[in-house]
Every structure is written in C-alpha cells, then in structure tokens.
C-alpha cells in the first residue's frame, strides 16, 4: 500500500467517524431539547396547579368567612369542577415527569 492510499483510507475512516459523529451529536441535541420542552411543560402545569389550588383556597374562605359556613363539601360544583381541574393538571405532570425519567434512563 502506498502512502498516497494509505492516507486516503485515513481520510476515508475520518469522513466516516465524522458522519457518525454528526449523527449521534444530532440525536443527542434532539433529546435535550426534548428532554428541555418536557422540563418546560411540567413547570408550566406547575403553575396551573398552584393557580387552581389558589382558587379551591379561595372557594373554601368565601365558604367560612364570608358565607359564615361551618363545613365545606367536595359536591359543591364549584369545588368538584376545580378538584377535577386540579386530578387532570397532576395526572398531566406525573405522565410528563415518567417521559421525563425514561429519557434519561
């Protein structure tokens, strides 16, 4: 073999490891940011549940302090509406952090 084709094959073998490289570089980049939109959604749902939790509280002071209630009950259909809110916002946060979990693993 002559120097000229050895270094070719050399050539050859970098353009090869080059593209593989590339192919795995890029798939990786693909995962972060996917991995990064789950982190983000998850926040976002976060931010939901502490809206909706916000709006329960504030059904359970108008229930005692303003409506001088002794007891507030989970069929009142402003409390079931938001307690059905709040069961779908955690279930989408728990289906979004097993995404998240399987993509690291």
Do not use: C, W
């Not at 509280?57 to 209630?69: H, I, L, S």
């Not at 009950?73 to 809110?85: K, T």
């Amino acid at each position: 073999m002559t120097f000229s084709e050895r270094m070719r094959e050399l050539l050859d073998q970098g353009v090869a490891a080059s593209k593989e490289f590339a192919l795995k570089a890029g798939a990786k980049a693909q995962d972060l940011g996917e991995r990064g939109i789950l982190t983000l959604e998850v926040k976002q749902l976060e931010g939901q549940a502490q809206k909706l939790l916000s709006r329960l509280g504030n059904q359970a002071y108008q229930a005692f302090v303003e409506r001088n209630q002794k007891t507030l009950n989970r069929a009142v259909p402003e409390v079931e509406s938001i307690l059905a809110e709040i069961t779908k916002v955690r279930d989408s946060i728990e289906q979004k952090e097993t995404e998240l979990r399987n993509r690291r693993a």
